[in-house]
């Protein structure tokens, strides 16, 4: 049995959790894999700043830290943010796979640009972010907002009717305005639009979370993981002041 951990970036209720695990339906990954998913001690309140990214970056590293002891195969970043992917890949030799990257390199094998439609604007420089450092701007067709702020613990909750016009809408935009002929979906927390958008659009929907389960999947089995030449190991590891971090983060949040 093959076991990867799955990286949720906000503290979670056991509710909140069973709307990230919805997405394994779509994987339908074999029968030899195990999702097991687990959110961060502390977190920004959403993704919109430089500050939120740092933040970002240390707590989905500190989740991830003890993986490879705990006996998984493989981790899995569940935001297209990326957050922690590169600070883990130092630490771990298993494969860390994110969301982003998995979508945005995917969408190359089946289109030639492709369109990210999000739930707003503010995520546009996560994006940014990432795009730039896999040298692919000029394979972004454009971004595109349904102007609708998120909700990243519950997702959608009852908001359908609202949102997936307008996501659908947004994403017309992009094939027909801005030659996009492959759309991404711009998080995690709006995998519940996929099967929506898929039937609707004239062009391939991918989406992050799944595609990342199937990565993952496929590494395991091929025993393949990052380069260290890439990701080198710090000269001086310090886990535990991490952890340290993290755990002050979380009894601050906890405090009334």
């Known amino acids: 049995m093959r076991k990867v951990l799955v990286l949720v970036p906000f503290p979670m209720t056991p509710e909140q959790l069973e709307l990230r695990r919805a997405q394994a339906d779509a994987a339908e990954l074999p029968s030899d894999i195990e999702l097991h998913y687990r959110p961060v001690k502390a977190a920004p309140s959403s993704y919109v700043s430089h500050h939120d990214y740092v933040l970002a970056d240390l707590s989905l590293l500190e989740a991830g830290l003890n993986a490879q002891m705990d006996g998984y195969d493989a981790v899995c970043i569940d935001t297209v943010s990326d957050s922690g992917v590169a600070a883990l890949r130092s630490m771990l030799d298993i494969p860390v796979i994110a969301a982003g990257r998995t979508m945005f390199l995917t969408a190359l094998m089946v289109g030639r640009r492709f369109g990210i439609v999000t739930m707003w604007e503010n995520w546009f420089g ?4 990432t795009l730039k450092d896999l040298q692919l701007m000029d394979r972004l067709a454009g971004m595109r907002a349904a102007g609708l702020k998120p909700d ?15 996501l659908y809408e947004a994403s017309m ?30 062009v391939p929907v991918l989406n992050g979370g799944p595609l990342s389960y199937q990565i993952a999947e496929a590494m395991t089995a091929l025993d393949l993981s990052h380069s260290r030449r890439a990701y080198p190991r710090p000269m001086v590891a310090k886990p535990d ?7 002050a983060a979380a009894d601050q949040q906890a405090e009334p």
Do not use: F
């Not at 519950?154 to 949102?163: A, I, M």
């Not at 935009?173 to 929506?196: F, K, Q, R």
């Open 241 to 247: 002041m991490i952890k340290a971090m993290l755990q």
């Open 126 to 129: 996560l994006y940014e972010r």
């Open 173 to 202: 935009l992009l094939i027909e305005a801005d030659g996009a002929d492959v759309i991404c979906l711009g998080s995690t927390t709006m995998h519940e639009a996929h099967a929506y958008l898929a039937d609707r659009l004239p």
């Open 152 to 166: 990243n613990r519950n997702l959608l909750g009852g908001k359908e009717d609202e949102v997936l016009p307008r």
